[in-house]
């Protein structure tokens, strides 16, 4: 097998929540938003980041285009170390890693038509070598990404668009660069139902036809089972669950994920199931739990978990759980 | 606001420059104010053509001049030097207009970039400029000026130039805040996932976003600048070869124009000061309306309060089950659009609720779902109207009840709880303050022991331990400030709740925990819920009964069962066969063409048909009537009338 195109190790990254005080003194007080995080990515393959918000995956996002700079550990794109690059090869780097935003609403200069919205990539990786080919590269883009006929979007502003188009202009602005990797944070969360499929079936295909690996993170498990190879469930700055998409809908060895996919609605009124509603509300990351982090909310704890940091247990040679009660298969 | 939403997506297809004239010439007072400042402009301009005199030669000028009344060889009498009012007037316009606009460009260019590198940059480069900004601030302006004048020589740039170095302070205190607000935003994150660096970042993104700020700003900085030359030249600190209207007050002044009662001297500077300055504030109120949306007219107008032809009553659901507590017929609801057309946002929608019953109300965003629960309550903003149907709520027709007796079903009989109310709570009262408010709304000789103790019993019901009554709501979460608005909408025992999207924008985990909470407080105090959503999964785990909207149409009502298992209409299939489900995750996702229909642009026909795989052809001509299939399933779609 080749080289995976990602490979993260130990990846770490708090921020500062409070400083010492030049006068009182006291203890700096560290948020972990990423307390340790291993994985890889295949080339072509779609991993999804599934957890709840405070589980560091909008930060592990921002860390692997490189806009955070990471407290420990290594990113390698394509057999490249890339948390200590210089600015000018960051700039490249970023040319292989595009970003889809959460709210389309957002994510689009309201001042800019989507002709420039989409041309900007290219002019600030000076792309195309003129006007022509530039808006030739624009059409492509806009075309990949489902609004055809292109032209007619070229002139129009984001307050023109509907949610649907403008997640595709967002896609379109991505798409231009010829990007391996897409990170996706939570693309559809913010859209229709009867358009989230659209979107989701759009980057299924954009896949197939091009080869793109896809992080696609979400708090919703519900949408990952049609588009996902692997899933890795996060909670607290930690992956606790990682395998491929079958084996972790069913058969999920860490009791975080078993609730997780217990609550999905199921829309089936024959299928109402018995429900693990976990209460309380995931813990600050500044005073993470001792032992493992999921212990005190976790409806099967046992008095060994509120010691012991699980390690990682092998479930299969493709899915690892953290938890002192995985079963290995 | 829930009417925005249809409204928001409406294509119109104008280049930004015609875009702002639009708005701007919607404003009377701006364009007023435009051509007022053209006109003083072009007097300037023209001042050697318009002037009947030249003012800096004192040719032909005799001592018995002085001080003349208006006449018609001087419309605006003459000075202390005889010299014509008018042709001072018409240079002056000159000079007080270039120092004005000189000096504010030195200033909003000092201003612009000291708040957007003090914003953009942020850190200790912030923190030194704003610092300095701040000492600018305090340090009286005008004395300054007049220190600096007196040590140098008071020549027309020297006076240009001090008032612009001093003149920014308030521009980049805004030009700050403003950056502030436009570097969080998510397209400037965009950018720089792109690889764009800081310059490419401020030009691209910030600056013209900025730049319209900047130019209502530049108005003030402008009047400000006529003003202070003004009072420079008036202290007597201005350029003396030159003639501005500052000067002319202070030459006025300073050779008794008040003792020799020649007022004219004094009110035409002072006429030129007003007017531009006039000007430049109405200019200044027709740029803000067309940079500022918020301050832009709603799409949406009032309607008139007049009667109404009822359009023909349809034939409403045949329910065998026992009275219902809430009743719905035939209920619609129009909206005057801007323009003044008028659109049915909800038309000819029926249902009942049973004591304990919890309906969902399915639909997309912009279908009438939210309008829908404002109508039955007559919550809805001015340019709602309910223009037919009736409201059958414990034998009142909430329709027909006047605001008084209406006001008493609210919250006692019928409780809300709006999308997003979350976020709705007052920041500086406590929670425990908030829900005595409430409970005192309806009830206020209730003593304050038993207030105490229904506010502890309302969080327990909830889930929230009494103790925290007293936080603010920034100490609860996002899942306990659902939960206190739950409690706050149960504090009057009403018989419904009404939950719009209770869930939307919360994690999965605490979206179970209220879902668990509202099915609990269903069955403990026996209480109907209508639950809003766009989430077909809760209301297939939740629901007895479900009603499915489409463009304001009710598509389809029926038990929770029927819904899912034997959906009659196309758009509920459609639906449903978008929707992920992870019990059947082999099943591919399908999505429905087209985009659901706006509301000042609805389909003559059914309002699905555009969108319909199965559409006949008079799907598209006929809006089609309701046909009830029998155990309590209504639908409104040709294909199943009967032939």
Known sequence: MSEPLLEVVSLKKSFSAEKPSLFFGGRERLVRAIDGIDFTLERGEVLALVGESGCGKSTLALTLMGLEKPTAGSIRFDGQEVTQLKPAALKDYRRHIQMVFQDPYEALNPTQSIEEIVAEPLLVHGLARNKHERRMLVLRALEDSGLKPAEIYLDRYPHQLSGGQRQRVVIAGALVLEPRLLLADEPVSMLDVSIRAEIINLLAELRQSRQISVVFITHDLGTVGYFADRIAVMYLGRIVEIGSTQEVLTGAQHPYTRALLSVIPVPNPRLRRQRIVLQGETPNPIDIPSGCRFHPRCPVAVEACRVTDPPFIEVTPRHRAACLLAKVK | ?643
């Open chain 2, 1 to 643: 606001m829930p009417l925005s939403s249809p409204l928001e997506t409406i294509p119109i297809k104008r280049t930004p420059f015609q875009n702002f004239w639009r708005i701007f010439t919607q404003n009377r007072m701006g364009l007023v104010g435009l051509v007022a400042l053209i006109a003083i402009i072009l007097v300037a301009v023209f001042a050697s053509a318009l002037a009947p005199y030249d003012p800096y030669s004192s040719a032909g000028i005799n001592s018995s001049d002085i001080y003349q009344p208006p006449s018609p060889e001087h419309p605006f009498g003459t000075d202390d030097a005889g010299k014509d009012e008018l042709s001072l007037f018409v240079y002056g316009a000159r000079v007080s207009l270039v120092v004005g606009f000189f000096a504010s460009f030195i200033s909003l260019a000092i201003g612009g970039s000291i708040g957007i590198s003090a914003g953009f940059f942020g850190g200790r480069t912030e923190t030194v400029l704003m610092r300095f900004n701040d000492i600018m601030l305090v340090i009286p302006d005008l004395a300054l000026m007049v220190v600096i004048i007196a040590l140098t020589k008071p020549s027309l740039w020297n006076i240009i130039l001090v008032i612009g170095l001093l003149g920014w302070t308030f521009t980049s205190r805004i030009v700050r805040s403003q950056t502030l607000a436009v570097k969080s935003k998510k397209y400037v994150l965009r950018a720089r996932a792109i690889g764009a660096g800081n310059r490419h970042i401020i030009y691209n993104h910030i600056l013209p976003l900025v730049l319209p700020l900047l130019l209502v700003n530049a108005v003030l900085v402008i009047s400000a600048a006529i003003l202070n030359e003004s009072a420079l030249s008036f202290l007597g600190l201005g350029d003396p070869t030159l003639i501005s209207w500052g000067q002319m007050l202070n030459y006025a002044f300073a050779r008794g124009a008040m003792s020799a009662g020649a007022w004219w001297a004094l009110v035409v500077p002072g006429f030129g000061i007003v007017w531009v300055v006039l000007a430049l504030t109405l200019l200044g109120q027709g740029l803000e309306q067309v940079f500022n949306p918020r301050t832009e007219s709603h799409h949406l107008v009032e309607t008139k309060r007049e009667e109404r032809p009822v359009p023909a009553v349809l034939p409403g659901p045949a329910s065998s089950a026992p009275q219902p507590l809430l009743t719905v017929t035939n209920l619609s609801i129009e909206y005057t659009l801007s323009g003044g057309s008028r659109a049915l946002a909800v038309d000819h929608v029926s249902f009942t609720l049973q004591k304990g019953e919890m309906l969902g109300l399915v639909g997309e965003s912009g279908c009438g779902k939210t309008t829908l629960m404002l109508g039955l309550l007559r919550l809805l903003p001015a340019a709602g109207k309910v223009v037919s149907g009736e409201v059958d709520f414990d034998g009142h027709d909430l329709i027909a009840l006047s605001e008084e007796e209406l006001r008493d079903v609210r919250w006692k009989g019928i409780a809300i709880i709006f999308q997003g109310a979350m976020n709705a709570l007052n920041p500086v009262r406590t929670v425990g303050d908030q829900l005595v408010e409430a409970i005192r709304q309806h009830d206020p000789g209730k003593p304050t022991a038993a207030l105490e103790a229904r506010v502890s019993e309302l969080l327990d019901l909830v889930g929230i331990s009494a103790e925290r009554k007293g936080d603010y709501p920034h100490q609860y979460s996002g899942g306990m400030r659902q939960r206190a608005m739950i409690a706050m909408a149960l504090a009057c025992d009403p018989q419904i709740v009404i939950a719009d999207e209770p869930t939307t924008a919360l994690d999965v985990m605490i979206q179970a925990q209220i879902l668990e909470l509202l099915s609990s407080l269903r069955e403990k105090l026996g209480l109907s819920i209508i639950l809003v959503t766009h989430d077909l999964g809760v209301v297939a785990e939740m629901c007895d009964s479900v009603l499915v909207m489409y463009g304001g149409v009710m598509a389809e009502y029926a038990p929770v069962d029927r819904v899912y298992n034997a959906p009659q209409h196309p758009y509920t299939r459609e639906l449903l066969k978008a929707f992920p489900d992870l019990a059947d995750p082999g099943k591919k996702l399908s999505s429905i063409p087209g985009y659901p229909p706006r509301l000042d642009d609805l389909p003559a026909g059914c309002r699905f048909a555009p969108r319909c795989s199965v559409a006949l052809e008079r799907c598209s001509r006929d809006l089609p009537g309701i046909t009830d299939l029998g155990e309590e399933h209504i639908v409104r779609c040709h294909l199943v009338e009967p032939q």
